[in-house]
């Protein structure tokens, strides 16, 4: 099968799994419902307590944690494509975390702030953070280990920030600690039109950068020889992938592996050009996510579990592979 038709094919396997996950998670929660129940929901909005199930608590759910886990897989992609590091992810990279302390500090220090600016808030924490940890490795040259060690180191000082401030905090700490646990209860559709719009502006500059990224995979000579800045798209990029992070965070909290783990399941697909690697991306995160939510949910209803123990099932292993295979050269989706 030639890679023309081998990543639509993927990708619209994928959709139609997505699909299914997201009628399953209507079924099942802590009021369990058939399928026919949760069908005639579905088309009578205001029909009754199912109708309200579904339209008030699953449905906005599942859509938030599939343009949720779509975000963090790009962006994933974004950070190993402009560092070609296989170790690069919003998690790893201290992205995250940076996002995480700014939005906590704005909370406590700052409570007049509206939420509203906190995916600007946690974009500045991103970027700071980002920024260190390529400092710490070289610019991004040195090996994918010690990327990887510079974004934990990172990551680890800025968790104990954010720990200082939640003791700082007082009354008001355990609604953040319930929002540092990662996850989508309680999420309705104002949280999903919170995110949606940092989430749709970094995919389109992502999905626009398509040949960029697949310029930059070749190398920075090779992208500058065919007439690209590479400092200048990579600022871009960098800027694209945070945006995406900025996005999620303040909904779902810090959510880890999806971005590590997604683009390098992708790549296992084969998708032939960076433009496809981005639309797998969007369409498995999504799903990966979305899933993890709704185990999360189902497997001890009526009690939840923390999303990111599903995602790091899958994010964990893949972790260990890439820092016992070793460097290779690129990250990139496109074609070598």
């Known amino acids: 099968m030639s890679d023309q038709t081998r990543a639509p094919l993927w990708f619209a396997m994928l959709l ?31 029909g009754g307590t199912d109708s309200i199930i579904v339209w008030t608590l699953r449905m906005p759910r599942s859509i938030a944690a599939y343009f ?41 220090l700052f409570p007049a702030v509206s939420s509203t600016l906190f995916p600007a808030i946690g974009m500045v924490g991103g970027l700071a953070a980002a920024a260190l940890t390529l400092w710490t490795a070289r610019g991004g040259r040195a090996s994918p280990l010690h990327l990887a060690l510079g974004g934990i180191t990172v990551a680890l000082f800025l968790n104990a920030v954010t720990t200082y401030l939640l003791v ?57 020889g065919m007439g690209a800045n590479p400092v200048l798209w990579k600022l871009v990029l960098l800027a694209a992938a945070i945006c995406l992070v900025a996005g999620v965070t303040p909904v779902a909290g810090p959510v880890a592996f999806v971005g590590l783990a997604a683009p390098h399941l992708v790549r296992l697909l084969r998708p032939g050009s960076a433009l496809w690697a981005l639309l797998l991306n969007i369409a498995l995160g999504g799903c990966l996510l979305m899933t993890a939510d709704a185990l ?13 123990i599903f995602t790091a099932l ?14 290779r050269p690129g990250a990139g989706g496109g074609r070598r």
């Open 16 to 46: 139609a799994v997505a699909l299914i996950v997201s009628v399953s998670a209507l079924i099942f929660g802590a009021k369990p419902m058939t399928l026919s129940q949760a069908l005639a929901a579905l088309s009578s909005p205001a």
């Open 68 to 108: 949720a886990g779509a975000a963090l897989a790009v962006s994933g992609y974004l950070l190993q494509s402009i560092t070609r590091n296989p170790l690069a992810a919003p998690d790893l990279t201290g992205v995250t975390a940076g996002a995480v302390a700014f939005i906590v500090a704005s909370f406590v």
């Open 296 to 308: 999360a949910r189902s497997v001890a209803a009526p009690r939840e579990i923390p999303v990111s």
């Open 168 to 224: 700082r905090g007082g009354p008001q700490s355990p609604s953040v600690l319930f929002w540092l646990s990662g996850g989508f209860q309680g999420r309705s559709w104002a949280q999903v039109g919170y995110m949606l719009p940092w989430i749709v502006v970094g995919l389109g500059i992502a999905l626009c950068c398509h040949r960029i990224i697949a310029l930059l995979s070749l190398g920075d000579g090779a992208a500058a």
């Open 314 to 327: 899958i994010g964990g292993p893949v972790f260990v592979y890439l820092t016992q295979r070793g460097p």
